[in-house]
């Protein structure tokens, strides 16, 4: 780690195996109003993106304005089932205690929704420093996010290492000029072929971390 002064943390998919019930919760929801996605719809068009982002993605791919009441309908759906079924992702919390820089979290996600995904698997006291979208201009896959975390966080963008699962947050690591590790422990990228350049790590396994940064 002598090459970073800060890690950066993505949530969804990251730190909480959170998109395999985001999907569910949001096919059921979309296909009430008449529109009709499957789980790879959501995580090749969905996943890592803002809800803006996935409702614009749905006007363009389908001609439909989402109801006014359907993003608070959706939070409150997938709140409700995050309190029963989320979990964080294997090894996330050896992995925190392993790290000997700061740490933060950079989300597409509310700010209401990641401080109780938080709260719920017990990582809230781990990671208190957290930035959502909300906070800046432009959603991953834009630079803005990460560029605000590291100036939060007094560190230069060089020095800081981004850990995403999903293509937008690699791009927009990336255009902020920081290094970036694709995690794909979680449940949604189970199976898939992963599509990113050879220049980004992968790492499947939070046990594999130490040692894949001692390479760094």
């Not at 740490?103 to 930035?131: D, I």
Request: charged content about 25%; hydrophobic content about 50%.
């Amino acid at each position: 780690m002598d090459d970073f002064d800060l890690v950066i943390l993505d949530c969804d998919g990251v730190l909480i195996d959170s998109e395999g019930l985001s999907g569910a919760v949001l096919i059921d929801a979309l296909a009430e109003v008449g529109v009709a996605i499957d789980f790879d719809d959501f995580r090749t068009r969905m996943v890592g993106r803002s809800f803006p982002t996935v409702a614009a993605e749905i006007r363009a791919a389908h001609g439909i304005d989402l109801p006014p009441a359907f993003e608070t309908d959706y939070r409150a759906r997938l709140l409700a089932r995050f309190e029963a079924e989320l979990r964080v992702t294997p090894g996330v919390e050896a992995m925190l205690d392993a790290l000997r820089v700061p740490a933060c979290v950079a989300t597409s996600s509310s700010p209401a929704r990641v401080a109780r995904s938080l709260e719920l698997t017990g990582l809230a006291g781990r990671l208190p420093h957290v930035f959502t979208a909300s906070q800046v201009a432009r959603g991953k896959p834009a630079p803005d996010l990460f560029l605000f975390a590291a100036r939060q966080m007094g560190v230069a963008p060089a020095r800081c290492l981004v850990i995403e699962d999903s293509l937008p947050g690699i791009e927009a690591a990336q255009a902020a000029g920081m290094a970036v590790v694709r995690y794909t422990g979680g449940v949604h990228l189970a199976g898939r072929d992963l599509k990113h350049g050879p220049e980004v790590p992968v790492l499947d396994d939070w046990r594999a971390f130490p040692a894949m940064m001692a390479r760094a």
